[in-house]
């Protein structure tokens, strides 16, 4: 029996949802723990995903950039309700290298790149009025330049061991395919009971 690679049916999977039309596919519930293990969940964007893991960028001093310095190791969670599909991704993250997030935050809009630099994300924040104020101050100072990557905002990368892909069945008898990592650092597949 042929090997079934996860990344590619992810691949399969990730463009049959987007197919549909839907809103942000790439949407994705990113689930940390802190030190204690007190976990937390909020939905990011996956910018990009390949046989090395998948990849999101954040503010290294929020709260998801906390605590993944403090354990280094995420659960995501992909639901695409158009299609009945569902993937959860369990594994250890890394950050990308330098020239990955600069290229990332080099595509982002103007706008988005400014706001990495005027969000003090996760923080206290007065009122509206002090963020747009900072927004402000920073279109001042970029005016006229190419916005530079902060050194508070990069990416991380989840590397995998362990992939489970769920399809909705009649009567709640769903489909469960569950890839785990192997010592050699290929893959075993096997079925679950829904």
């Known amino acids: 029996m042929e090997q079934i690679d996860p990344f590619k049916l992810f691949g399969e999977v990730f463009e049959e949802a987007a197919a549909t039309g839907m809103v942000e596919p790439n949407s994705m519930a990113l689930a940390t723990a802190d030190a204690e293990g007190r976990p937390s969940v909020r939905i990011v964007l996956m910018k990009g995903f390949d046989e090395r893991g998948f990849v999101f960028y954040t503010n290294l001093h929020s709260r998801k950039g906390s605590q993944l310095a403090a354990n280094p190791h995420a659960a995501l969670c992909f639901y695409w309700q158009a299609i009945n599909r569902q993937v959860r991704v369990e594994g250890d993250v890394v950050p990308v290298s330098a020239e990955e997030a600069d290229e990332y935050f080099a595509s982002r809009a103007r706008g988005s790149q400014i706001g990495a630099w005027a969000s003090q994300q996760s923080r206290q924040l007065a009122d509206r009025e002090e963020l747009l104020d900072a927004v402000h101050s920073t279109e001042q100072r970029f005016e006229g330049h190419p916005v530079p990557r902060p050194a508070h905002w990069s990416g991380f990368r989840l590397i995998p061991n362990r992939i489970e892909f769920w399809t909705a069945g009649e009567f ?23």
């Open 172 to 194: 709640r008898l769903h489909h469960r395919l569950l890839f785990e990592r192997d010592e050699q650092g290929g893959w075993r597949s096997s079925k679950l009971y829904p």
